[in-house]
């Protein structure tokens, strides 16, 4: 069973809602992370959090807001998304952004968009 | 920058025969480097990591990886494929630019195995 929980597995939406992803870790980890990925391809890093505050935003669209509230949680929201944002959404964790660790992977939120 | 290089995008093996998927890295730094498992569906799951430790390293399932600095190489083994083994598998290597977190994905490889 995966230490990462991401809440909801599947959602749809149309380009007008707004909506939010959910991320939840209890290993005591200060890094969390929010990758893309789409079909027959690799994870795409999207955010990276260390220990509460934004470390890396990779230049990602502003209808994606990241946030989170605190060590343990990790949010995504959606709003006014496109049919191409479709795809499989990864939160990941890691004990600590300067630690050459493994990530842990949540078993991801797959989001169509139509 | 540090990148990866997945040789082959598809290997299609018997039910156990060895498997080999195979990986090459470019880093301008001594590296950490990584394989991860993914199963339809599902999220990723390390199967093994190098972090400057020994150069062959044991993981799970029965896989292991040799580190070869001079041929800038990290390849996955596993003796005897079983059906389980069927997924998609990513090495990866850190940017330790950006923190030494594992950022950095190869393409992938698609492991068939055929009973």
């Known amino acids: 069973d995966t230490e990462v929980t991401q809440t909801p597995k599947h959602l749809v939406m149309g380009m007008t809602n707004k909506k939010s992803l959910k991320c939840e870790q209890h290993?005591?980890?200060?890094?969390m992370y929010w990758y893309k990925q789409k079909a027959k391809k690799p994870p795409e890093l999207m955010f990276v959090?260390?220990?509460?505050?934004?470390?890396i935003n990779e230049s990602v669209p502003s209808r994606f807001s990241p946030e989170c509230p605190n060590s343990s949680l990790l949010n995504l929201h959606l709003h006014a998304l496109q049919p191409e944002d479709s795809a499989l959404y990864l939160c990941?964790?890691?004990?600590?952004?300067?630690?050459?660790?493994?990530?842990?992977f949540g078993e991801g939120s797959r989001l169509t968009v139509l | 920058a540090q990148s990866v290089t997945q040789l082959d995008s598809h290997v299609s093996v018997s039910e156990g025969t060895p498997v080999l998927l195979r990986c090459n890295y470019s880093?301008?730094?001594?590296?950490?480097l990584f394989w991860y498992v993914q199963h339809p569906n599902k999220g990723l799951q390390l199967l093994l990591k190098?972090?400057?430790?020994?150069?062959l390293v044991k993981g799970i399932n029965g896989f292991e990886a040799e580190f070869k600095k001079s041929e800038t190489s990290f390849h996955l083994t596993k003796p005897s494929a079983h059906m389980s083994d069927a997924a998609e598998y990513f090495c990866?290597?850190?940017?330790?630019?950006?923190?030494?977190?594992?950022?950095?994905f190869g393409k992938g490889t698609r492991l068939s195995v055929i009973a």
């Open positions: 990941a964790s890691s004990q600590d952004l300067g630690v050459p660790g493994e990530l842990f």
């Open positions: 290993m005591g980890h200060r890094a």
């Open positions: 959090y260390s220990y509460e505050k934004l470390s």
């Open positions: 880093s301008s730094y001594s590296p950490s």
């Open positions: 190098y972090t400057s430790a020994a150069t």
């Open positions: 990866v290597v850190s940017d330790r630019l950006r923190g030494n977190t594992p950022l950095v």
